[in-house]
């Protein structure tokens, strides 16, 4: 159970990460995952528009109807953990809607469609393939989710599965973070360091601690109304890492122990996230994390 909540919490944090604005995609973003001649044939009836890549994890799609279609692509450190994992997945969608085995993906998957009264109609899939797990999922607008969505969902699906191994993700190193920066916040014996994307990385110990650095592209104007807004956490301008750094702590809502400072520069933003399970020495307080922040800032 214990790795259970660790993984999950992984995942709520990479989220986290993914709800923080992104541009849409660019004439030269592609998916890693598939391409765009290969969606059309295997989803000819369905125009989609590439809107993000998600820094190299998955790819998001709308629909010239307004659907949404979410490829996502999970890297484990084993697979044993990516066994775990997918059953936890499969479980999850199975309280949404009835699931059954699909054939020729990975090294099993299962597939479904909502019930026709569902609130939100969606059509996925959910593969296992060695260290990878990847779902597909698609929420159409203004009609049902049915095996005339499920089928060609499926289809695109046996097509990315081959190339999941583009992912952005790995574990061991990381271009923002190393394992130094733990000292002080997560226990070292049991680190993990794992790449979530070209702009991403995070570091967790056993206990599902974790630490996280989320870079994105953003104005300056942005960023002053970021440090503008009023919100749950204390704020606290930064300013020996800029005019626009600031810090978060002691929110009322979300992990109130979490310590986030943002950091600009050169049109990139950086959230340096420090989250613990429960209240830790460095809760409530941007001092220390504000090394880390500076090495981060350092490379931006």
């Not at 969608?93 to 020729?104: D, F, I, K």
Request: overall charge positive.
């Amino acid at each position: 159970m214990r790795m259970i909540d660790r993984l999950f919490a992984c995942l709520a944090l990479l989220l986290a990460i993914a709800t923080l604005p992104v541009p849409p995609a660019n004439a030269a973003e592609t998916c890693p995952f598939i391409t765009s001649k290969e969606l059309a044939g295997a989803m000819p009836a369905l125009k989609w528009s590439l809107i993000s890549n998600q820094d190299g994890r998955g790819c998001i799609y709308r629909g010239g109807r307004g659907d949404t279609m979410m490829l996502t692509v999970f890297r484990n450190p084993d697979k044993d953990r990516a066994r775990e994992l997918y059953a936890t997945f499969v479980k999850t969608l199975s309280e949404r809607m009835p699931l059954s085995a699909v054939s020729g993906i990975g090294d099993e998957s299962q597939g479904g469609t909502t019930a026709a009264d569902a609130q939100r109609q969606e059509a996925s899939v959910v593969a296992l393939s060695g260290d990878y797990i990847l779902q597909i999922s698609v929420y159409p607008t203004g009609r049902r989710a049915d095996n005339v969505l499920l089928g060609p969902a499926t289809e695109a699906a046996r097509i990315a599965i081959a190339n999941v191994a583009k992912t952005s993700e790995r574990f061991g190193d990381c271009e923002w973070l190393t394992a130094s920066d733990a000292d002080g916040f997560l226990d070292k014996s049991t680190l993990q360091v794992q790449r979530t994307g070209a702009g991403s990385c995070m570091m967790f110990d056993r206990e599902a601690n974790t630490m996280a650095v989320a870079v994105i592209a953003m104005s300056r104007d942005t960023v002053i109304s970021m440090m503008k807004r009023a919100g749950p956490c204390q704020h606290v301008a930064i300013s020996e890492l800029g005019s626009e750094a600031f810090g978060e702590h002691s929110c009322t809502k979300g992990n109130g122990n979490a310590v986030n400072i943002f950091v600009w520069k050169n049109g990139r933003q950086a959230s340096i996230l420090f989250a613990p399970v429960k209240p830790h020495p460095e809760s409530g307080s941007v001092e220390r994390l504000k090394a880390v922040a500076a090495r981060v800032y350092g490379k931006l």
